[in-house]
Structures are given as C-alpha cells and as structure tokens.
C-alpha cells in the first residue's frame, strides 16, 4: 500500500488480475473501507480467504477464481450487503458453502465451480 500522498489508501477498486501475482491475500484488505471491487483473479495467489475480506459494506464484487486459495468459504462474506459478484470457481476451496451467503440479497453472479464444495 503507498503511504504519503494518501491516493491510494483508501482505492475503490483493486483490479491486478492476470499478473502473476505471488502470495496470500493479506487480512489487511479488509481495512480497505471503500473498496468495491477486488479482483485478483488468474494469478497464483496461495492460501486461505481472510474472514475480513468480506466486511466492506461497499464491497459489489469478489474476484478470487483461477488461483490456488484452499480452506473453506468465510461466512462473513454474508456481511457484504452490497455484493452481487462472487466469482470463487477453479480455486482449491473446500467444506461446505455457508448456508447465511444467502443472506446477500443482492448477489447475482455466484461460481464457485471447480472446487472442493
């Protein structure tokens, strides 16, 4: 994240998708309270999805497929009142999906094909 000049502190959008990107999603994105969109698909993002990363009210679209995050679905994600895309599919997720992700009244994209579920 830069510091300084305080332009990117707070981004709406994060859209690093199809750049070989390294590593886990940090927890600290869930800090990010106007983020709309995070995409960091088709990367080679390890690891497991951060329960926070689900609690920006503004939050309308999750894009985490095509990378190699395991673990299970944090339940959350219910807590975003305002997603409507939640594209998790090719990914190496297990458990079950959480019942309350029907709680997002407003999802309308929702793939989570591909996965361990």
């Not at 990010?32 to 960091?40: P, T």
């Not at 689900?54 to 975003?80: I, K, V, Y």
Request: proline letters at 4%.
């Amino acid at each position: 994240m830069v510091t300084g000049s305080g332009a990117l502190q707070q981004p709406e959008v994060l859209h690093p998708a199809s750049n070989s990107l390294i590593g886990s999603v940090l927890v600290q994105i869930s800090n990010l309270k106007r983020l709309r969109i995070l995409d960091l698909s088709r990367n080679l993002v390890t690891g497991s999805i951060p329960a926070g990363v689900g609690n920006g009210s503004l939050l309308t679209t999750l894009a985490l497929e095509q990378n190699f995050l395991t673990g299970e679905l944090p339940s959350e994600l219910s807590g975003s009142s305002n997603l409507q895309g939640l594209t998790l599919n090719q990914d190496q997720l297990s458990d079950t999906v959480p019942s309350n992700l029907g709680n997002c009244s407003k999802l309308q994209t929702l793939d989570l094909g591909g996965n361990g579920f």
